[in-house]
């Protein structure tokens, strides 16, 4: 009986130690998970800032440009009286739709790094993108009116 008893309590405590060994683990495990999506969040972050960086540039450069055109002398002939429309000038894209799509992409490319399901994650991660990248480029474009 006494075997018996010493028996039980030795299979209790090497069971409450293996169980023991596997929580730590799975603590470990979920502390390395946490890490590495707050990696890739910096790396997202770090990503936008580069993309806003290289904006502003081609900002700077655009208003140079516009400069050196104004600056341009301009010679009409008294002799000719035709008038022609000049062609329009292009819009193109607004720092919010700019915005947008570089975070739709980023956030699909970074989702479906970081989830197991890579198509549900690119999905998530692309819309949160476009969301952050659209609000971004409102911001960019209130800016430019307020200038």
Do not use: Y
């Amino acid at each position: 009986m006494k075997a018996l008893f010493v028996l039980l309590a030795a299979i209790f405590i090497t069971s409450c130690q293996n169980q023991s060994k596997e929580d730590i683990n799975k603590a470990k495990q979920a502390s390395i998970d946490s890490m590495k999506v707050e990696i890739n969040k910096q790396r997202v972050i770090d990503s936008m800032k580069t993309e806003m960086a290289n904006l502003q540039e081609e900002k700077e450069k655009a208003e140079e440009r516009a400069k050196a055109e104004a600056q341009k002398v301009v010679v009409v002939h008294q002799q000719d009286r035709t008038t022609t429309a000049a062609p329009a000038k292009k819009k193109g894209w607004s720092s919010t739709a700019k915005g947008a799509v570089i975070g739709a992409g980023v956030g699909a490319i970074t989702g479906a790094a970081v989830s197991k399901k890579k198509g549900e994650g690119a999905i998530i991660g692309g819309l949160a993108g476009a969301g952050v990248g659209a609000g971004t480029g409102a911001i960019i474009d209130g800016s430019k009116k307020k200038e």
